[in-house]
């Protein structure tokens, strides 16, 4: 099994860890949930969609280590790590989550030479499902269903969509806009945005901001398998790994095609 296929073997234990946190998004914000040291909220739900995770990738992939969200949070990221391991984010869109949006995620990316190599990205809420393969970008538009290919699309002159985050300042976004040529813009949460641009439905995502690895690594695993690009400053190549700078990604751009 090539790694890029492995995607298939993630998209279902996404999609288990889905159905498992899907009941908690009902509650919205009476949901059991802490705060985090950066102040970002942390729910049961968060918790337990990591706890089966991290049991699924034991079951499989015995021998690969991995970085996951809430446990970074709770005991620190590892000062060093090896060249292939997998990035788990249990509720990518927490916030989202809390109030009831359904766009929020769980993500599983591998990491092999400091780059993405294979990922799956579900979205309970809609039930869908986005993974890789050694032919491409798939998707399952329901759980456990059928699967068909995704791509980006041709840059539509006049036409192109960005998407962007929902607290977005009207002074950033006409500075972006400015930069990057895009016609209209979107407001949405999590990774889920740069699994719209690998189907074809949007065209850029500027994030002029921090994130951590684990927050778009399956995502940009699906992107690029669809046709499109995670780039840097200046189109600097964007790595994985940073152990000594405990896995905080500086800005990046996502686009199609």
Partial sequence: MTDADMGLILADIVEEAG?????????????????????????????????????????????????????????????????????????DGT?????????????????AGRHPV??????????????????????RSTQGGAATPVHVRPWPKGEAVALISHTMKPETLAKLTAEYGFDRNLA????????????????????????????????????QAAGGSVTGYQGAEFLYGKADKRFLNEWFVARGG
């Avoid at 446990?71 to 788990?88: K, N, S």
Wanted: charged share 20%; proline share 7%; hydrophobic share 45%.
């Fill in 19 to 91: 159905r498992l946190i899907l009941p908690y998004w009902a509650h919205g914000e009476t949901v059991a949930h802490t705060s985090k040291a950066d102040l970002s909220p942390v729910t049961e739900a968060d918790q337990l969609g990591e706890q089966l995770i991290l049991r699924r990738l034991k079951d499989h992939f015995p021998d690969i280590p991995v970085v996951a969200e809430e446990q970074a949070a709770e005991f620190g990221t590892p000062d060093a790590i090896g060249d292939r391991f997998f990035l788990v984010d249990p509720v």
């Fill in 188 to 223: 949405m949460d999590s990774s889920i945005k740069l699994c719209r641009i690998a189907e074809g439905v949007a065209d850029i995502y500027p994030r002029h901001g921090p994130t951590s690895e684990w927050d778009i690594c399956a995502a940009q695993a699906v992107l």
């Fill in 118 to 139: 294979a990922g799956a990205v579900s979205a309970p809420a809609s039930q869908e499902t986005w993974y890789t393969t050694a032919g491409g970008a798939m998707k």
């Fill in 95 to 111: 916030k989202a989550f809390m109030r009831g949006d359904p766009s929020f995620t769980v993500n599983i990316g591998l990491v």
